[in-house]
């Protein structure tokens, strides 16, 4: 995909030379002159009538705006066997991984010896540990083995417990119970606290108990009895297995929360003792568990799915043993198989395309490139912030959010709903609102911490992924009873995305993110607006969604709305949910309540982007264009089903029209009339910032 749609693209334009990030700069001129130029939207308005012929083969803006617009640049997208999906965010991605693999392959090929630690030595090594396929075949599980030769010999629940806190303690592997993370304290964000996480439940919940997804849980099964007859077992004996992990994982699921409860602190938020956690298992030493970890200094535990944690402590009995024993196994096979022999990372490669409707796998280099890049993000970050990041254009970014925090900040104070006092604290959060642009001062510990071994010295791809495991564990070990550290980043800079954490109470734009169709540097007000500024706006209305308004200023969680306001903003989130609810997709109803919070930012920052541009008529269609544009996309069916389980946002073509249909001032650019099928009537446009 990374050169394939780009090329694709621009072989409908006119031609290039493709160099860098420039591959899209055309692309976007042209689309942005044939589809968001105000202009000819008006003219093809005003020439309806008369021109008819012309209006009934083209997609009309009153009945899917997304279509309309993105019905040119959707006709050149193709999706190539080895695609999942196309959007905007993959295809800058694919560009900014092509940047990258020219650095791999300067390295790979250079004769020169580079200092150890230095970046260059480590990402030439480690390209030479995963291409060296006959390395990997010869190394096997190779370091994983004896870890998996304890879990296997172990005969009773208390050997079997301690086994995977050893795996957990030392590289992070987690299974059924061990696994802990640390971070922000959700009641007290300057403080970090030890979460335990819920179980590997593999395929998930929502797939396991969605009849109409029985056909990738059967081919996620058929991938698991590969891995097992790889691992050694019979044909009979691992579709035993597969039989009788098949129903410990559908006990464990059916006592776990939901996708959208995992995103809800008043249900994940689960503070115990040492001696309520021992009350919470007691089919385990939880003493010996926590020291064996290296966590047991802490006061207090955070347990996000309690229902599971019961279910789970129940099912550790010795007539379970042998199932608990071969569903750990897999969980690691299934973890390690990518970095492991030739045969297992197909197996892997096999399952994800089938999962997503993909035919073919990639290049076995272009699989090695990704994989580098990986394992190695920080590093590839830096050079990539050294090449491409603009300073200027981080000013300019930082200007619009001000801009848009300052709209947010009279749309709050237009709410008749909300009392004062609470506008107060809602106007403070925008004011104490931490903004992260491009990449961080200070470069992660992890970095410097991750030192790769080459073949030459011993090492192999395997052995140096569990160093990287190892370096995760550690890193985060130094977090244990500290401070937060408010500076770290959760997000790499040559990541194209951006996130609101609430835990910070920050908002955070990596390096990027900040390039066209999203942001042009020497664009409009209006269009950036509809690009960059709406992602900005989405991501500050985050601080204010179903769970962001949870937390206070501060980033505690901490219910500071009246009980009349939580009422309010339920019923009026519930219309959201029911709004939603009506959109279809691949045969699916959009989850309203898996999205809900998603759908209040987008809803949100639409309602921000119009107060901004506000009676601009023409700058208003500027932004709703491109809009509808940063959201085009293409998808696999497979791969549509799979979102529509486990994404929290609504597919990209709801996400353009559910929001524009529920916006006033769409209405009043376009005149859009009741028999046109963007149209919804105004008591049921929807939104919590209205």
Known sequence: MKKRIAALLLAGVMTVQLTGCGVLSPLVTFITNMKSSVGELQLEMEEEESDAKVNAEKKRYQDDFYEYINEDILDMVELGDTDAQWTWFGELMAVADQDMDEIIQELSQSEKVYPKGSSEQKIKDMYECISNMENRNATGLGPLQPHMDTIRNTTTIDEYVNALASLSGEFGFSSIVGGYYIDQDMADSSMNSVYLMHADTLIGKEYLENPQMQEYVDVYYTYMRDMLEEFGMSQEEAADTVSEIDILLRDICSSSLSMEEYYDPSVTYNVFTKEELQELYTNVDVEKMLKTLRIDSADSYIVLDVGQAKKINELLVDENLEVLKDFSSF???????????????????????????????????????????????????KIYVEKYFSEESKADVEAMIEKIKEAYKDIIRNQEWMSEATKEKAIRKLDTMQVKIGYPDEWPDSMEMMQVTPISEGGSLLSNMLVNMQVSIEDNLQDLNREVDRTAWSMTPQTVNAYYNPGNNEIVFPAAILQQPFYDPKGDEASNLGGIGYVIAHEISHAFDSNGALYDEYGNYNVWWTQEELQKYKELSQSIVDYYGNYEVAGMKVDGSLTLSENIADLGAMTCITSILSEDGEGLAKAFSQLAYIWASEETVAYQMYLLSNDTHAPNKVRVNAVLSSCDAFYDVYDIEESDGMYVAPEDRVGVWK
């Open 331 to 381: 969980v690691m096979l299934n973890d390690v198989a990518e970095y492991s022999t030739e045969e297992y990372a197909r197996l892997a490669d096999d399952l994800d395309r089938q999962m997503h409707g993909v035919t073919s796998r990639l290049s076995d280099e272009d699989i090695w490139m990704n994989l580098t890049q990986d394992m190695l993000s920080w590093d590839f970050g």
